[in-house]
């Protein structure tokens, strides 16, 4: 039986995963990849709690994480096209200097 154990242990791994992809990785894209995973891991939380606790809260504000991630996803997507038409590169060391 699955327990809401098991989806704080799959969350916690996703939260890992995350935080190490945003603190080694150098390329924007994967930045922008390991900030998502970090929202599902979020995500993860609340709809299992939720799931547990019979209360559809948690729900309605994963689904609403979800927009603001979407959101996020675009605003950063601009943010490469925008690095790579300057810097002709997704490096973040570059993006410190986006005027030139």
Known sequence: MITANH?????LILLALGIVG???????I????????I????NLNLIAFSHRLGDLAG?????F???????????GL??????????DTVALDEA???RS
Do not use: P
């Open 59 to 63: 729900q309605i504000l994963a689904v």
């Open 30 to 37: 994967t930045v922008l990849m390991s900030l998502e995973l």
């Open 7 to 11: 989806y704080v242990i799959l969350s």
């Open 78 to 87: 601009g943010l490469i096209i925008a690095l790579v038409r300057l810097k």
């Open 22 to 28: 945003v603190m080694v990785r150098r390329n924007f």
């Open 96 to 98: 410190s200097e986006m």
């Open 65 to 75: 994480v979800i927009t603001i991630a979407a959101a996020e996803a675009a605003i």
């Open 39 to 42: 929202f599902n891991a979020a």
